[in-house]
């Protein structure tokens, strides 16, 4: 099982990250309902409640099975929720997890907001949590979020070809990734040079 506490929440002076809850429904079905673009390259369709009912119920499930950790993101200097992002394909005995299916509302995108969840989940993933390896995925055609991932120190490892199923059909996935002694090494101390200088 995941060895994460029961309500694991993340936080510095800007963001707070709290375990997603299927009563969190209210707060996230905005984003469906009048921000249908920033869906473009999600995995499955999100354009009613409903949809993001069966998003919320389906990663909470996966959460108490201990295969995902999903937060929902709360962006103190707006004072709302902004979003959503997550742990997954959590492999404890490789000591290796995915971090991805991050979402932001239009208005926090390019806030900087996006940095501090960054850096509070791989803190938690190499700091605490004693991953060795920490991977994100992105649609190819998605450069804005590959952009942004090689902003914080991702390695570009490659590219899955028609790996899986979007809501554009079948996709390419690129692969990136941070290893622990690349973390230590520099990578952590950019991202946060990167948060508190922009």
């Known amino acids: 099982m995941i060895s994460f506490p029961q309500n694991l929440v993340l936080e510095d002076d800007r963001v707070l990250m709290r375990p997603l809850e299927k009563t969190d429904i209210d707060f996230l079905?905005?984003?469906?309902?009048?921000e249908s673009d920033i869906w473009s390259y999600f995995l499955t369709p999100m354009n009613s409640r409903e949809h993001m009912e069966q998003y919320i119920k389906t990663t909470v499930e996966q959460r108490e099975l201990g295969k995902e950790y999903p937060f929902i993101i709360f962006d103190k200097k707006a004072d709302t929720y902004a979003g959503s992002s997550r742990f997954y394909d959590i492999q404890l005995h490789n000591l290796a997890t995915q971090l991805g299916y991050t979402w932001y509302g239009k208005k926090f995108q390019r806030?900087?907001?996006?940095?501090?969840?960054?850096?509070?989940?791989?803190e938690y993933a190499f700091e605490k949590w004693g991953m060795e390896r920490v991977e994100f995925?992105?649609?190819?055609?998605?450069?804005r979020s590959v952009e942004a991932m090689k902003a914080i120190g991702c390695v570009v490892e490659g590219v899955l070809r028609s790996c899986v199923v979007d809501v554009t059909g079948r996709r390419d996935s690129v692969v990136l990734s941070i290893l622990k002694n690349e973390w230590e090494g520099g990578v952590k101390e950019r991202l946060k040079?990167?948060?508190?200088?922009?």
Request: with cysteine.
């Open 29 to 34: 079905e905005p984003y469906v309902i009048h």
């Open 137 to 143: 995925r992105a649609n190819a055609k998605n450069n």
């Open 111 to 122: 806030t900087g907001l996006n940095r501090h969840c960054k850096l509070l989940m791989l």
């Open 193 to 198: 040079g990167k948060i508190y200088t922009d």
